[in-house]
C-alpha cells in the first residue's frame, strides 16, 4: 500500500522505493507516539507516505535533472501488491461508498490531495479557490469518512 501510494504520486519506481523505505523507517521511529483511537495502523502509513511523497516532488523540483531511476528498479515484482495483500475487499467497498456520499467540492479536494499527490497550495492554485476553503474541505471529507468507516466497522 505504502509503495503504491508513493508511485502514484512520484512516477519514479526509485523514488516510490526511497520513499517507502523512509515511511518505514519514520514509523519504526514514531511508533511510540500512535495513538490507535485516532484511527487505523493503514491509515496512519497512508498520510506518513503522501507527505513523504510530496517532499520527494518538492526535493525533485529544487534540483532539476535529479537521478535517473536504476536498473533495478525496471524489474516487475511478480508477487500480489502489497496494497491487495493488507487492504480487504470489504474496506475498499467501504471507502469508495463513503467516498460517494460526500459533497463534490470536498470528493474532489480529496482525491486531489490522495491520488494526485498535490498539496493544499496547489489545489487552491488549480481550482483558484481560498487556501482556507481548500484545507477546510479537505479536512471535513477526512472526518466524514472517518465516521463512516467506523461506523461500519463497529
Known amino acids: 500500500m505504502v509503495y503504491s501510494i508513493a508511485l502514484r504520486i512520484v512516477r519514479r519506481p526509485a523514488d516510490a522505493e526511497d520513499v517507502t523505505q523512509q515511511v518505514f523507517t519514520q514509523a519504526w521511529t514514531t511508533a511510540r507516539r500512535y495513538e490507535g483511537r485516532r484511527g487505523a495502523v493503514a491509515a496512519w502509513l497512508t498520510m506518513i507516505s503522501r507527505s513523504r511523497a510530496i517532499d520527494c516532488l518538492r526535493q525533485r523540483e529544487a534540483r532539476p535533472g535529479g537521478a535517473a ?9 511478480p508477487g500480489p501488491s502489497a496494497e491487495c495483500a493488507l487492504v480487504t475487499r470489504e474496506q475498499i467497498d467501504g471507502v469508495r461508498a463513503a467516498l460517494a456520499t460526500l459533497p463534490e467540492t470536498q470528493r474532489v479536494a480529496l482525491e486531489l490531495a490522495y491520488y494526485s499527490g498535490l498539496s493544499h497550495r496547489d489545489i487552491a492554485q488549480r481550482s483558484a479557490t481560498p487556501l482556507g476553503t481548500v484545507k477546510t474541505r479537505v479536512r471535513r471529507a477526512l472526518q466524514t469518512l472517518r465516521e463512516a468507516m467506523t461506523a461500519t466497522a463497529g
Do not use: K, P
Open 69 to 77: 531511476d536504476g536498473c533495478l528498479a525496471a524489474i516487475a515484482d
